[in-house]
């Protein structure tokens, strides 16, 4: 297979794999799109986790709602628990990676805040332990996965939202979760802005 082929193999790949996903995941993604406009009227905030690729979009995340996505607006409440890398190695090296996200839910959570769990596997254990102390401190939580959510599926309380990728290609599942941040983000100041309902 010649480089010209495999570039258009990896185009088609995505546009085939973005078609599935918007008819499988355009409800949940207005689902969480009202869950954290609701969240943020009520001065509650999103928190984003993730490792590797994910933990970028927890970043990219939490940066376009508290500075802007495409529109002038107040700023939102919204951080990544991914950025701060002494809370990060403290807590790494003085108990275990498990626990980098969750002691800092644990901190930082409260009662009405949305977590935003990014696990391309849905297998992440430090997003599982975040995803355990947000359902005991009251925060739900908004799943990003694919390859059928993995363990973190069952983790999944009744009102939680799940943004599953329906695909098993790592690639494919990570191209999916930026265009759904970035929808995310169009909803969120869409419905603030007062141009959705």
């Known amino acids: 297979m010649s480089i010209?082929?495999?570039?258009?193999?990896?185009?088609?790949?995505?546009?085939?794999?973005?078609?599935?996903?918007?008819?499988?995941?355009?409800?949940?993604?207005?689902?969480?799109?009202?869950?954290?406009?609701?969240?943020?009227?009520a001065e509650g905030k999103?928190?984003?986790?993730?490792?590797?690729?994910?933990?970028?979009?927890?970043?990219?995340?939490?940066?376009?709602?508290?500075?802007?996505?495409e529109r002038e607006r107040e700023p939102l409440a919204a951080i990544a628990l991914t950025t701060d890398t002494s809370t990060l190695?403290?807590?790494?090296?003085?108990?275990?990676?498990?626990?980098?996200?969750?002691?800092?839910?644990k901190a930082l959570g409260r009662r009405g805040d949305i977590l935003l769990a990014i696990s391309t596997s849905g297998?992440?254990?430090?997003?599982?332990?975040?995803?355990?102390?947000?359902?005991?401190?009251?925060?739900?939580?908004?799943?990003?996965?694919g390859k059928g959510g993995g363990k973190m599926l069952a983790q999944l309380a009744a009102d939680d939202i799940h943004l599953c990728v329906p695909?098993?290609?790592?690639a494919r599942i990570q191209e999916v979760h930026l265009l759904t941040l970035h929808c995310l983000c169009d909803g969120i100041d869409a419905v603030?802005?007062?141009d959705a309902a």
């Open 4 to 41: 010209a082929q495999r570039i258009n193999m990896q185009f088609n790949g995505s546009i085939e794999t973005k078609r599935a996903a918007l008819a499988q995941m355009a409800a949940p993604i207005e689902s969480a799109i009202h869950a954290m406009v609701d969240c943020l009227r």
């Open 46 to 69: 999103v928190m984003a986790c993730g490792n590797g690729g994910s933990a970028g979009d927890s970043q990219h995340f939490a940066a376009e709602l508290l500075n802007r996505f």
């Open 89 to 105: 190695t403290s807590i790494a090296n003085d108990y275990s990676y498990e626990e980098v996200f969750s002691k800092q839910v």
């Open 123 to 145: 297998n992440s254990p430090n997003v599982m332990a975040a995803i355990r102390v947000a359902h005991a401190k009251g925060v739900r939580v908004v799943a990003l996965t």
């Open 167 to 170: 695909s098993d290609s790592t």
């Open 192 to 194: 603030m802005l007062g």
